[in-house]
């Protein structure tokens, strides 16, 4: 099974085509393509990690929804002081549809040029 280990947001995610992944939101229209760094990757078997990413490997995905997610309810309170404070936070995030993982041996064909 091919699989990449990409980063995006400050977060890591392993994606596999076909996979959808929400992530940190990304500043693109809906419908838009991304490419995305590959930190590590397998393909027939082998692991390839990067040094911080591996050359000529790409995520290539498809933006389907920018939204937020579900409120996160923040309450802090101490007793017997009538201290309470509540606030509440949403996520925006982007829907990731992750479409293929292109390396440079797949550009060129697999051919090796003799270099």
């Keep these: 099974m091919e699989y990449a280990i990409i980063k995006t947001g400050g977060k890591q995610y392993r994606v596999s085509p076909g996979d959808t992944v929400d992530v ?3 500043r693109v229209e809906e419908g838009a393509l ?17 040094d911080p990413i591996v050359p ?12 937020k997610d579900k409120k996160i309810v ?5 007793p ?11 996520r925006r995030f982007s829907r990731l549809a992750i479409r293929e993982i292109t390396t440079e041996a797949d550009e060129s064909g697999g051919k090796d040029n003799g270099a």
């Excluded at 017997?80 to 949403?90: A, N």
Aim: net charge positive; glycine share 8%.
């Design 24 to 26: 940190e939101r990304l």
């Design 34 to 50: 991304v490419e995305l760094d590959v930190l590590a990757l397998t393909k027939d078997g082998q692991l390839t990690v990067g």
């Design 56 to 67: 000529g490997a790409k995520v290539v995905a498809t933006v389907q929804r920018q939204d």
């Design 74 to 78: 923040i309450f802090k309170f101490k």
């Design 80 to 90: 017997k002081i009538r201290y309470r404070i509540k606030k509440g936070h949403r």
